[in-house]
């Protein structure tokens, strides 16, 4: 504790910390992030890790609680103690062209990214009915376009999100049971091995990055302001609670398809590019079920990711030039129909498949993560923002180690993304 810190009263203090009940009314940010975060592009990564290395990786879920955790506390102290949410409070500290870049760089991530959550959920709507794809995504279209210009708009998402991570949760783990469960001696050793497999770092720090991104806890703080989180919801459980229901949910649905890749698949060297192919390859295991469950998860996690992560893209790039971000506002409206316009005439074009511009997402993400970030840490360790609170020394550390690792994974990640960009491109 600093000297400023011991000789006068901090904020916080003498907050008390909210019994059990009350916590969980007063979460729902880090489950619209949970939401966002399991796509049908993570639900391919987690299947592919058990696939091609069995259990050897499932220690990757320690990271991802430790990273997850500290980049949603990070921002939510931040935009507590600034009174601004993430990418305001870059602006006011570091001027519009920081947040400009930040801003526009997480949109177009989130703008092609939403090509495959069409896809996926199209693609769980036919495992379950039968119809064509394409009708498929165009029903679940309609009710997320319900969502954006209902009234309460937080409160119907947060809500329908809920209850696509119950029924990813559901689905996955009637899977794993479907499937006989995981062998308890290579669970625990898989746990604790910390291996690398030859091959495997470049889609290791892949599903990383997508399970524990910075960005996910910069939108958590515009979700804080749409739940009117207080100053005292920092120190009485209400944000630690928030972060680990996140983390919690993340791990427990892509745990699960890794142990399904590495109990199924793995053993039989069998390889998958898309989530529909998972449904496939259980067929002979659980019989007609298999499509069903496994639709339902999909379902789950492409409509999650679609109703949420159009809001997220339209609102940090609203905020990144000082718009009213505001859920019910008619920049975020008419942004998010807009993109799923333009969205749906290019999922559709591609078929389905738009490669190229989901190599082209993941070049922006690798971009937003490490500037966003850059920014956010920065922001932690400034004497000035923290005046007034106890300084916060550990999370300080985590931040510094979670983003150096961050930088790692980008730099990993670019290192291969590009040459595939420019032969994409045909240069």
Known sequence: MSEKDSSQTVFGADVKRLPVKELMKRIGPGLIATGIVIGPGAVTTAAMLGANYGYDLVWLILPIIFMGITFMMTTNRLAIITGLPTIHAIRKYYGPVASGVVSVAVFLSCLFFTMGNISGTGAGMNLITGINWKLGSLFMIAIVLYCYFAKNVYSKVEKIITLCILAMILSFYATLIGVGGPDAGQLASGLVSFRVPAGSLTTALAFISTNAAVTAGIYSTY???????????????????????????????????????????????????????????????????????????????????????????????????????????????????????????????????????????????????????LFILLLLWRKDVNEGYKTPTVLRVCMTISYVFAVIMTISALSTQIPKALAALGL
């Open 223 to 373: 979700l804080g302001k749409e739940k009117k989180w207080r100053k005292e919801d920092l120190f009485n459980g209400v944000m630690f609670t928030d972060a680990l229901v996140h983390v919690i949910s993340v791990v427990l649905i892509s745990g699960a398809i890794i142990l399904v890749g590495a109990i199924v698949l793995h053993p039989q060297g069998l390889k998958i590019s898309a989530p529909a192919q998972l449904a496939e390859l259980l067929v002979p295991i659980m019989g007609s079920a298999a499509k069903y469950i496994m639709g339902l998860a999909l379902l789950g996690a492409g409509f999650s990711s679609l109703l949420a992560n159009t809001q997220r893209g339209m609102v940090l790039l609203g905020a990144g030039f000082d718009k009213d971000v505001g859920l019910e506002t008619k920049f975020i409206r008419f942004g998010c129909l807009a993109c799923l316009i333009f969205a749906m005439i290019v999922c559709y074009s591609y078929d389905g498949s738009p490669t190229q511009l989901i190599l082209m997402a993941n070049l922006a993400t690798s971009i937003a993560t490490p500037v966003g970030g």
